[in-house]
């Protein structure tokens, strides 16, 4: 996998290559450990609710600060999942907010190459006519989310991560908060989109890429061997810095499973795309 990494290198050097940080059966750090010499970015999966917390101590951010500084390795932070940055109850959205707040002021030291959220819990779709005005109240609600994480981040590295809906409601809100986004290979397809035309709309403000297959039984964050080859080949070609945009904005590919076997066959199949 090591190999894999140095071949990587010489055809993509403005896209760094990178994982999970749970590929190994172990905590972060000795998966990180693990992962330093095999890829050039981690992403770190955190937790943080009522029943389970795997935020790291300050002890363990300084170490995976040491890691780093050794091996060139670079950090993207996907912020807790069980928040909701659209919330209409206030008292919920604020709780979710400092939840996050928690996090970037917690791994900061590192000075990750983004921050990955999601705006999650949007308006229930249902039959009948569609609400405007539960969108327009919940991008609100994000609105002011977004307002305060920006008062502990930089705006371009809040990486908002395309999920089930159609990303289009949120994207005129990532412009003007000037964010870029996370462009999750998996959930288009889990969700049935084009993806050629996401990509298209979406590429030139795309920061962070999640790659991983969805199984014939609907799962996703598997080995990416599921992916048609022609999807992955203009992925790679996108990722080319020959035909990269004039300012060659550097970006991460995360494989974004959670185990070694999905690694080594995904770095395989990459492989053949170089």
């Not at 990178?18 to 000795?30: M, W």
């Not at 101590?57 to 932070?77: P, Q």
């Not at 089930?164 to 809100?173: A, E, G, K, N």
């Amino acid at each position: 996998m090591k190999d894999f990494r140095n071949a990587w290198r010489e055809k993509h050097m403005s896209c760094r290559i990178g994982t999970t940080s749970y590929i190994i059966p172990a905590d972060i750090l000795p998966n990180l450990k693990f992962l330093s010499g095999i890829v050039d970015d981690v992403e770190l999966v955190l937790f943080e609710s009522d029943e389970f917390s795997n935020l790291p101590a300050k002890s363990d951010v300084r170490e995976m600060k040491t890691i780093a500084d050794d091996s060139g390795l670079s950090f993207t932070v996907h912020l807790p999942l069980d928040a909701w940055p659209g919330a209409s109850d206030e008292n919920e959205r604020e709780r979710s907010v400092q939840k996050w707040l928690r996090v970037i002021d917690l791994m900061s030291p590192l000075s990750p190459f983004g921050w990955v959220v999601h705006l999650n819990d949007p308006p229930k779709i249902a039959p009948g006519p569609e609400n405007p005005r539960a969108w327009d109240n919940w991008i609100s609600q994000c609105s002011k989310t977004i307002d305060t994480l920006t008062g502990h981040a930089d705006p371009e590295m809040l990486c908002i991560e395309t999920l089930s809906y159609d990303y289009s409601r949120v994207f005129p809100l990532v412009v003007e908060k000037q964010c870029s986004i996370c462009v999750d290979i998996g959930h288009l397809l889990l969700t049935n989109r084009d993806i050629a035309a996401s990509l298209d709309a979406w590429f030139d403000r795309t920061r962070i890429i999640h790659l991983h297959g969805v199984n014939d039984k609907g799962r996703d964050h598997v080995d990416i061997s599921h992916i048609k080859s022609d999807l992955l080949a203009d992925l790679i070609q996108r990722l080319n810095p020959a035909l990269e945009a004039k300012e060659n904005m550097e970006r991460v590919l995360t494989l974004e499973i959670f185990s070694l076997e999905d690694l080594e066959i995904s770095m395989s199949v990459l492989r053949k795309t170089l």
